[in-house]
Every structure is written in structure tokens, then in C-alpha cells.
């Protein structure tokens, strides 16, 4: 295999027409020029120079690999200097893919003090709820992942199967926050006023419901409290949801980060007793957790988190 120092050296003696003035514009002994030279020709299986007295002529295979030799090194210290970009967060690449009110609350904070730190670093986002975000990980389609698990209520009821709870076993987890859900009901309900509910108090209720998830995880805490709920519509938009509320065509959990940026007018929150909530995390793969554009994402995301 032909090394780029050998190259280098072999440039150095085509250009100077000596070992000795190779060594001097190297700045290193005439005998390491000369034991590289022979382990270049030993790579390269034929002869590179001709040696004729005190005079030094490269061959046709010499020839040859000098004309390569100059496009090689410049692509290679292009490459260096772009992997030192990278490392030094002068350049990067992160690409994101969040939940929706992940995007809309946690991640604009993120990339806006991530951008003012390093504006070398570019990220792109997409939205996604779990598990299709976390496969999209596994798949090597995105580096972040912003995503969430619920966790099991004070009465030990309302968590992740037992299925789900090893999930992210093979990814870096970096946790967030604990985002609590809330009641949602019309304005002029029943339970408008009364602060604090079971969830038992709305098994008579007509039900709004979530993604996927967030749907599971609402027939699991109604289960545990002994009632099946009654899903009329399921949307993982929170502003239909509230919207849907709002008309009075059903009540609704929805987690406190999905209610910070919607207008909540025509509907009330109410405290859920047991409380119920989601774990937001951020995960990567171990190596890309390695990667500083990756990491300096994972912090941002973590101080934001924070406040």
C-alpha cells in the first residue's frame, strides 16, 4: 500500500533532484529519505528512481506516481483540513428529527443558541413521532432523535409495556425533562372548575385522542382505572385536539409541552390525580455521540430543557 508520506517524500526528491536537499526541505536525515524511497519502491513493485553517480532521474513508473502524487496530497490535505473543521465545530452536519411539540417548543431554542456557538454547524429537522423516529436512528436516516416514553403514574399504573421499556438499550439517552399531562375539557363542562380529577371521573366521557402512542397510552391509565374509554377521534395534531375540545365533541390528556405554543381559549386544564407523565429524552448512536456537531446538539438541547 503506497503512503501519502512516501509521497511526499518522493515529490520532495523529484523536485530538489537529491536525497540530502529532500531531507533539507523535509526537515528530517538524508538515511530516512533514503529508507522511505525504498519503501515506496517496495509498495510500488517497481523501480522509481535511477541512480547514475551523484545524478538522480526518476523512471517512467517515478514519472508517473509524481504526476499523481500532487492531486493525491492536495485531496488529502483538503480532506484534513475539513475533518478539523468539523472537529473544531467550524463546519458539521446534524439532521434532527423531533416530535411535533418537541419542534415547536424545545428545538427552536436549541438550534438558535447551537447556530449563535457554532454557525459553521447546519442542522436540519424533521418530524416524526416514536417509534418511527428512533427506527429512523437505527437506520442511520437522521443523528438526533428528540423523543419521548411515558413513565408508569403514582399508583404504579400507566407505563410502557414491559416490551418497550428495553427499546433504547443499544442508544445514548440523554433525558430531558418530565412532561406532565393535563385534562383538557370544554369550558362550561361538568368538571371545568374542579382543579383536580381522577381519570375515573371521565369515564363517561366521549375521548379525543392522541398519536399512536399517546393513544395506547390513554386506553392503558383508563384500563387501570377500570373503564374502557370511548375514542370518537384520534388526531396527533394538538391544535385539532383542542380545537375538537373546544366544540364540545369530547375531553382530551394532553402532555404540558403540546399546550405551551396553542391558544387554549374555549377549553379549561385540569390537574390528573394520579399524575401521568411522559419522559423526553434525546438519543443518538455511540459513535455519533463521538461526533462534536452531534454533541453540541445533545447540550443545547439539554440546557434549553433545563430553563
Keep these: ?3 501519502a508520506r512516501h509521497l511526499r517524500v518522493l515529490r520532495a526528491v523529484a523536485t530538489t ?4 536537499a529532500a531531507a533539507r526541505t523535509l526537515g528530517c536525515t538524508q538515511p530516512a529519505v533514503s529508507q522511505q524511497m525504498k519503501a515506496l519502491e517496495t509498495s510500488a513493485g517497481t523501480p522509481l528512481l535511477i541512480r547514475t553517480g551523484r545524478e538522480m532521474r526518476l523512471t517512467q513508473a517515478g514519472e508517473a506516481l509524481v504526476r499523481h502524487a500532487s492531486g493525491i496530497l492536495a485531496g488529502l490535505t483538503a480532506a484534513e483540513e475539513e475533518v478539523a473543521a468539523i472537529a473544531g465545530l467550524r463546519a458539521g452536519r446534524v439532521r434532527l428529527v423531533s416530535f411535533p411539540s418537541g419542534s415547536s417548543t424545545l428545538v427552536p431554542a436549541a438550534l438558535a443558541a447551537l447556530r449563535a456557538a457554532h454557525p459553521g454547524t447546519r442542522v436540519s429537522l424533521v418530524d416524526a413521532e416514536p417509534p418511527r423516529s428512533v427506527e429512523m436512528l437505527r437506520d442511520g436516516d437522521c443523528d438526533v432523535a428528540l423523543a419521548f416514553r411515558y413513565g408508569k403514574g403514582a399508583d404504579g399504573a400507566g407505563g410502557e409495556s414491559s416490551g418497550d421499556s428495553a427499546e433504547w ?3 445514548v439517552v440523554r433525558p430531558l425533562l418530565t ?3 393535563v385534562g383538557l375539557v370544554p ?3 361538568r368538571l ?3 382543579g383536580t380529577v381522577t381519570i375515573a371521573d371521565l369515564a363517561d366521557e366521549p375521548w379525543i385522542a392522541g398519536c399512536p402512542r399517546c393513544r395506547r397510552q390513554l386506553v392503558e391509565v383508563c384500563d387501570a382505572a377500570g373503564f374502557t374509554p370511548r375514542i370518537d377521534f384520534a388526531t396527533d395534531d394538538s391544535p385539532a385536539v383542542i380545537g ?3 366544540a364540545g365533541l369530547g375531553v382530551a390528556v394532553l402532555p404540558e409541552l403540546a399546550l405551551e405554543t396553542v391558544r387554549l381559549k374555549g377549553t379549561r386544564t385540569i390537574t390528573l390525580d394520579p ?3 411522559r419522559e423526553i429524552v434525546a438519543l443518538t448512536l455511540p459513535d455519533l455521540a463521538q461526533v462534536p456537531a452531534v454533541a453540541a446538539t445533545l447540550d443545547q438541547l439539554s440546557l434549553v430543557a433545563s430553563c
Aim: proline letters at 4%.
Design 169 to 171: 438499550d443499544d442508544l
Design 179 to 181: 412532561d406532565r399531562l
Design 17 to 20: 533532484g537529491s536525497f540530502s
Design 275 to 277: 399524575p401521568v407523565a
Design 1 to 3: 500500500m503506497i503512503e
Design 244 to 246: 375538537l375540545v373546544k
Design 192 to 194: 371545568a372548575d374542579a
Design 187 to 189: 369550558e362550561g363542562h
